[in-house]
C-alpha cells in the first residue's frame, strides 16, 4: 500500500459505497459513502444535528421544507458561539466593512482585510458551512481576476463558498466560478455594493418591472449554477414568489418570512450598533447595553481602587520577603 492507499482491486467485494483512497494513518477517506445518504442527510431528517453542513444537505433542508438558520460572524469568539449553537451557514459578510471598522459603506473593503476575518472565523467553525463575501471591485473588473480572487479565499482561508452580489450579469462569472468547484451564493435586491447606482439603501422590486428584472435575475443564477441566492430588501410577496419559483434555497434578509432561510448581520440582532435598526431587524440580545454597563462598572472598581481586590493578586511563596 503506497501512502496508506488500498489499490480499487482489494477492496472487498459489497463494499460499493466504501474505500477507494484509504489514509490508515489519519482514519480519513476521500471516498467514504453513506449508503443512506451521507451524514448531512441524516443531519436534514433530524438525526444527527452534528453532521456537517455542506452545500447538498442545504438543498436537502429546502426540499423538506426545513428552514435554513444564517447569520454574520467576522471572529473566532462569535463564529465559535454560532457554530456551537448549531447554525446552518455562518456569512462572513463585506457588512463587517461597516459593522468592525465603522466605515460607511462596504465598499472600500479589500480581499486581503476579508481574508484575515475569514481566517478567524474558519478556526472556530466545525459544523456550519463557511460563505465568504467577496468583497467590490474583486469581481467586477473581468471574470479570470473574479475566479482567481475566490480561489484565494478557498485556498488561504478556507472558505467553503463565496457569496457574489448581481443578477443576470453575474451568469457567466458564476458559471466560470462553478467550474473552477467553488460553490456560489448569489444575493439580488437591495445589494449593498450596489449603493451608489440604487441612491441609498433602498427595498428593492417595487413595481412590476422590476420583479420581473428580479425574477430574471434569480433564474438565471439558478441557471448558472448557484447553490442558494441571498433575497435582500424586497417585498415579502417577492421574497414568496422567488422562494416557490426556485429550486434552490433562498435565505432572506428583509424579504419576509416564506424564504427557504433567514440571515440577519450578528451586530444588529445583538444590538451592537450605533443607528436606529431596519424594520425586519429583530432584537434578541442588547450586548450594546450590557458592555456599556460592565465597561462603566471596571472604570468605577478602578477609580475606587476596589479592583483589584485581595483575592484578585499574586504573593511572593512563603519564605520570601522584601
Ligand atoms: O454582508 C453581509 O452581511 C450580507 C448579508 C446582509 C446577507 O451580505
Known amino acids: 500500500m503506497i501512502g496508506g492507499i488500498r489499490p480499487k482491486s482489494q477492496t472487498p467485494p459489497g463494499e460499493r459505497h466504501a474505500v477507494e483512497l484509504h489514509w490508515e494513518s489519519t482514519k480519513?477517506?476521500?471516498?467514504?459513502?453513506?449508503?443512506?445518504?451521507?451524514?448531512?442527510?441524516?443531519?436534514?431528517?433530524?438525526?444527527?444535528?452534528?453532521?456537517?453542513?455542506?452545500?447538498?444537505?442545504?438543498?436537502?433542508?429546502?426540499?423538506?421544507?426545513?428552514?435554513?438558520?444564517?447569520?454574520?460572524?467576522?471572529?473566532?469568539?462569535?463564529?465559535?458561539?454560532?457554530?456551537?449553537?448549531?447554525?446552518?451557514?455562518?456569512?462572513?459578510?463585506?457588512?463587517?466593512?461597516?459593522?468592525?471598522?465603522?466605515?460607511?459603506?462596504?465598499?472600500?473593503?479589500?480581499?486581503?482585510?476579508?481574508?484575515?476575518?475569514?481566517?478567524?472565523?474558519?478556526?472556530?467553525?466545525?459544523?456550519?458551512?463557511?460563505?465568504?463575501?467577496?468583497?467590490?471591485?474583486?469581481?467586477?473588473?473581468?471574470?479570470?481576476?473574479?475566479?482567481?480572487?475566490?480561489?484565494?479565499?478557498?485556498?488561504?482561508?478556507?472558505?467553503?463558498?463565496?457569496?457574489?452580489?448581481?443578477?443576470?450579469?453575474?451568469?457567466?462569472?458564476?458559471?466560470?466560478?462553478?467550474?473552477?468547484e467553488i460553490p456560489v451564493m448569489g444575493h439580488i435586491g437591495l445589494t449593498p455594493q450596489s449603493v451608489h447606482r440604487m441612491g441609498g439603501y433602498k427595498v428593492q422590486g417595487k413595481t412590476l418591472a422590476a420583479v420581473d428584472r428580479l425574477r430574471a435575475d434569480a433564474l438565471a443564477l439558478q441557471e448558472a449554477g448557484c447553490f442558494?441566492?441571498?433575497?435582500?430588501?424586497?417585498?415579502?410577496?417577492?421574497?414568496?414568489?422567488?422562494?416557490?419559483?426556485?429550486e434552490i434555497p433562498t435565505i432572506g434578509i428583509g424579504a419576509g418570512p416564506d424564504t427557504d432561510g433567514q440571515i440577519l448581520v450578528l451586530h444588529d440582532m445583538l444590538s451592537l450598533t450605533f443607528a436606529p435598526p431596519a424594520k425586519f431587524v429583530r432584537r434578541y440580545a442588547d450586548i450594546g447595553a450590557s458592555i456599556r454597563a460592565a465597561i462603566g462598572e471596571y472604570k468605577q472598581d478602578v477609580e475606587s481602587r476596589s479592583f483589584p481586590s485581595e483575592a484578585e493578586s499574586y504573593h511572593l511563596p512563603t519564605g520570601v520577603q522584601l
Do not use: C, W
Open 28 to 180: 480519513m477517506s476521500l471516498t467514504t459513502f453513506d449508503p443512506s445518504g451521507s451524514a448531512a442527510n441524516k443531519q436534514a431528517s433530524g438525526s444527527a444535528a452534528t453532521a456537517k453542513v455542506t452545500v447538498p444537505s442545504l438543498q436537502r433542508k429546502k426540499d423538506l421544507r426545513q428552514p435554513i438558520t444564517a447569520l454574520t460572524a467576522y471572529d473566532y469568539a462569535t463564529a465559535r458561539l454560532i457554530d456551537e449553537a448549531g447554525l446552518d451557514v455562518i456569512l462572513v459578510g463585506d457588512s463587517l466593512a461597516m459593522v468592525m471598522q465603522g466605515q460607511p459603506d462596504t465598499l472600500a473593503i479589500t480581499v486581503d482585510e476579508m481574508l484575515v476575518y475569514t481566517r478567524g472565523v474558519r478556526r472556530a467553525v466545525k459544523r456550519a458551512l463557511v460563505v465568504v463575501d467577496m468583497p467590490f471591485g474583486s469581481y467586477h473588473i473581468d471574470e479570470r481576476e473574479g475566479v482567481a480572487n475566490a480561489i484565494r479565499f478557498v485556498k488561504e482561508a478556507g472558505a467553503e463558498a463565496v457569496k457574489i452580489e448581481g443578477g443576470a450579469n453575474r451568469a457567466s462569472l458564476v458559471r466560470r466560478l462553478t467550474d473552477a
Open 228 to 246: 442558494s441566492i441571498v433575497l435582500e430588501g424586497m417585498p415579502r410577496e417577492l421574497g414568496t414568489i422567488l422562494s416557490a419559483e426556485l
